[in-house]
């Protein structure tokens, strides 16, 4: 197994960068934060470490973001991406005291891909497939839409629609059984460095626990290794993280969401 701390090391090196929104609309450097803002009005927060920031610092550095997004009335709601061995003190409450709602920590997990490139059985009557047509897409966000309890909208089939047309080499993997979509995932190669992500796991709870997710991330991670990614990393769910670990990927810290909407 790859050492937890060099893992850690290339997660901070090579994705805390551009690499990780490489599908922006826009970037603005403001000090040590990356304010980017993607299609369909969605403003994301990120940066590599705040270079020592403290307290007074990241209390004057949270609405300064929130007025630069507040500016582009196209921006309809702001993530803040935090990651638990920053050291970022008073940063959770300076961003409840403007409006921000913590979401449910996730798990960074890192490993190498080819731990989860094995051949997993799958319940009779389930195929996997790569999707790239319009029904498809908007068939398979519609369903993780449900199974992560969002209201069904056509705002993540239309990002996606948008990035298969710009062929930036996201894939995007479904299971069916019986013509419908019972689980779906997306891969990420990242330009430039050895990563390919696995995001937006979901299964229809009466198909859990039958090896099917595991699967989907077997078939995603052989084709990361066919475009050269030899490292894995996703911010996993307390539902995946088990599945993950037991193919040798390993947790090196964990990752907060905080939202504002306007």
């Known amino acids: 197994m ?3 701390v060099y893992l850690l090391a290339a997660y901070d090196e090579q994705l805390r960068t551009d690499a990780e929104t490489l599908s922006a609309v826009s970037i603005t450097r403001h000090g040590p934060l990356r304010l980017v803002t993607f299609a369909g009005g969605r403003g994301f927060v990120t940066y590599r470490d705040l270079g020592g920031a403290g307290v007074d610092t990241i209390r004057r550095l949270v609405p300064e973001v929130l007025a630069h ?4 009335p196209e921006i309809s709601r702001v993530e803040w991406k935090t990651r638990g061995h920053d050291h970022a003190p008073g940063l959770h409450e300076a961003l409840l005291e403007n409006g921000f709602v913590a979401g449910e920590p996730e798990s ?3 490993g190498e891909a080819r731990l989860l490139a094995v051949d997993v059985p799958l319940p009779e009557g389930v195929t996997l497939r790569r999707v790239t047509e ?3 897409v908007r068939a398979m966000t519609a369903m993780q839409d449900e199974v992560f309890g969002d209201p069904v909208s056509d705002d993540r089939a239309n990002d996606l629609l948008r990035r298969l047309a710009r062929d930036d080499g996201m894939e995007l ?9 019972v689980s779906a995932g997306r891969l990420d190669p990242v330009r430039g460095t050895n990563f390919a992500g696995i995001w937006g796991g979901a299964t229809r709870e009466e198909w859990r ?3 099917i997710y595991r699967a989907l991330t077997a078939a995603r991670a052989r084709s990361a290794l066919g475009m050269g990614k030899t490292l894995i990393n996703s911010d996993s769910t307390e539902y995946s993280r088990p599945i993950l670990e037991r193919s040798g990927l390993v947790k090196v810290s ?4 905080y939202h504002w909407r306007r």
């Open 2 to 4: 790859i050492d937890p």
């Open 69 to 72: 997004y507040r500016a582009d």
């Open 134 to 136: 319009e029904a498809d």
């Open 108 to 110: 960074i997990m890192l």
């Open 209 to 211: 626990g039958r090896g």
């Open 173 to 181: 993997w479904v299971a069916e059984a019986e013509g419908r979509i």
């Open 254 to 257: 964990t990752t907060t969401p």
